[in-house]
């Protein structure tokens, strides 16, 4: 089954985007940090508002 991935291939909570750096995942917010490890996308960090 493959991962599931939005409209604007950003990574969600139930999969993840095929990528080659960094700046193939969602833009990087003060929330939420994504990084590219082993051409997926994942989320690195999430902070407590």
Known sequence: MLP???RNRFCTSRG???CITDNDCPEN???RQYECIEGRCRLSRVLNP
Request: with cysteine.
């Open 4 to 6: 599931y991935c939005d």
């Open 16 to 18: 993840y985007i095929v």
């Open 29 to 31: 917010t003060e929330v």
